[in-house]
């Protein structure tokens, strides 16, 4: 699980392992130690980060708002990492 980012306590990260077919590019985000119900973060082909699945209580709304605005400042990197590692990159929109 390559860590991307990190922002305090708050890791962004891919799976290792992301699925076969390959779901559209995003990133997982936890408070501490990242786990199966992170919340999920679609990157869209503008660069604009949206909320997906928000599983993590241990995220308020305030964080998560700030968190969906850094990860949108790093989307560029972000891209670039998927390619990296997957190869291959589709988008959610």
């Known amino acids: 699980m390559p860590q991307l980012l990190r922002f305090g306590a708050y890791r962004v990260y891919?799976?290792?392992?992301?699925?076969?077919?390959?779901?559209?590019?995003?990133?997982?985000?936890?408070n501490?130690?990242?786990?199966?119900?992170?919340?999920?973060?679609?990157?869209?082909?503008t660069g604009r980060a949206l909320l997906a699945d928000h599983n993590d209580k241990r995220i308020n709304a305030n964080v998560l708002a700030h968190l969906l605005e850094m990860i949108?400042?790093?989307s560029d990197d972000i891209i670039h990492a998927w390619l990296e590692r997957f190869g291959t990159i589709e988008y959610y929109c």
Not at 20 to 25: G, T, Y
Not at 34 to 43: L, S
């Open 14 to 30: 891919f799976w290792s392992n992301e699925g076969m077919p390959l779901e559209p590019i995003h990133v997982h985000v936890a």
């Open 32 to 45: 501490g130690i990242p786990r199966p119900n992170a919340t999920k973060i679609w990157i869209t082909q």
């Open 72 to 74: 949108e400042a790093q």
